[in-house]
């Protein structure tokens, strides 16, 4: 059974950074696209950023340039960088993986996380 296992949030202070990580278990045959996406309380899901089995990169516009998604496939693992957090970041991530980025983007993964929260104080 597929599984991503989220770590890395919790308590950030505003201008501070965090990263967070997700490892999926038990292989993910045909899902060549990991991501990130947030959620705010009152708010829509919304992806954060996608990174592909080959090393393509996709963000989204809440917080490119904040961020950074990298993959270590041997790991079976993927990572988001998070810089200069305002209040308005605070929200639970959630890792992911489809088939493809445009899946992604249109937030129909396949497999969803449990979802870490990110907090950050002003």
């Known amino acids: 059974q597929v599984e991503l296992v989220e770590s890395g949030g919790g308590l950030v202070q505003a201008g501070g950074s965090v990263e967070l990580s997700c490892a999926a278990s038990g292989g993910l045959p045909g899902a060549s696209t990991m991501g990130w996406y947030r959620q705010a309380p009152g708010k829509q899901r919304e992806l954060v950023a996608s990174?592909?089995?080959?090393?393509?990169?996709n963000y989204g516009d809440s917080m490119r340039g904040r961020c950074t998604i990298s993959a270590d496939n041997a790991k079976n693992t993927i990572y988001l960088q998070m810089t200069s957090l305002k209040p308005e970041d605070a929200a639970v991530y959630y890792c992911?993986?489809?088939?493809?980025?445009?899946?992604?983007?249109?937030?129909?993964?396949?497999?969803w996380g449990q979802g870490i929260d990110v907090t950050v104080s002003s």
């Open positions: 990174v592909t089995s080959g090393g393509t990169t």
């Open positions: 992911a993986a489809g088939h493809s980025p445009d899946l992604l983007r249109s937030g129909r993964a396949t497999i």
